[in-house]
C-alpha cells in the first residue's frame, strides 16, 4: 500500500502542475491501473516463499517372470533406500492375470526389496495411466499428476539388449527435480520390457 500511496502522489503532484487537480487525478488512476495491469509483480513484491513440494508417489508396474524386471530390482531397491526417507512412497502394481499375492511376496523376498505389491487382473490401474510395458513407472504428484512415466533409466535400450551401466537416469532425476520443486526435463520416455497383455 506505501507503494501505491508514494506513485499516486508523485503522478499527482506532476500532473497538477500542467492540468486541472480533478483531470490530474483522473490520468493518474488511469496510468496506475494500467501498471498495475502490465507488472503486477513489480507492485506487489513481496519476499519470495518456499513451500514444500507435494508427496510424491511412484508406480512400478512389474512381472515376476520378465527377466528384464528382475534385472531392475536391485535397482529398485536403491531407489527405495534413497528417497523413501525424502517423503516417497513406492507402490507395486502386477498387472499379469496370473500371478498371486503369495507369489508377489516371495517376489520380494527373494530379491530383498522392502516392497507391498498388488494385483491389477482388471487393469485397472493399469489403463489409468496407460502403462504398456513391465518394468515401467509412473512418477505422481500430491494431487494426482503424471510428472513422469516409462523406464527406470537408459540400461536397456532394446529387448535383450543393455548397456554396461545406465548413463541417464531418468526416474532419479524425475525424483530430484521433484523434491526440489523444479522442471522435469524429461517427462516420458519408452520402457523396454515384457508388454502388458490385454
Sequence with gaps: MR???????TMASHYSKVLEPRTAMRITWLLLLFTLWLQPS????????????SKLRVLLFLDPEC??????MREIRNLIADY?????????????YTVTD?????????????????????????KRYGATTMP??????????????????????????????????????????????????VRKTEAIGCLINE
Design 3 to 9: 507503494r501505491i500511496q508514494f506513485l499516486l502522489n
Design 42 to 53: 513489480t507492485l506487489w513484491a513481496q519476499e519470495p516463499t518456499h513451500t514444500a513440494p
Design 67 to 72: 527377466p528384464i524386471t528382475q534385472s531392475y
Design 84 to 96: 523413501e526417507p525424502k517423503g516417497v512412497t513406492f507402490e507395486a502394481i502386477f498387472p499379469t
Design 102 to 126: 503369495a507369489e508377489i511376496k516371495k517376489f520380494f523376498v527373494k530379491y530383498k526389496v522392502p516392497l507391498k505389491g498388488r494385483t491389477d487382473p482388471a487393469h485397472i490401474t493399469t
Design 136 to 185: 515401467e513407472v509412473v512418477l505422481v504428484s500430491g494431487i494426482g499428476q503424471t510428472l513422469y512415466q516409462g523406464a527406470i533409466d537408459n540400461w536397456y535400450y532394446a529387448l535383450g539388449k543393455n548397456r554396461p551401466k545406465a548413463t541417464a537416469a531418468y526416474l532419479r532425476n524425475a525424483l530430484e527435480a521433484g523434491l526440489q520443486g523444479a522442471p522435469i526435463l
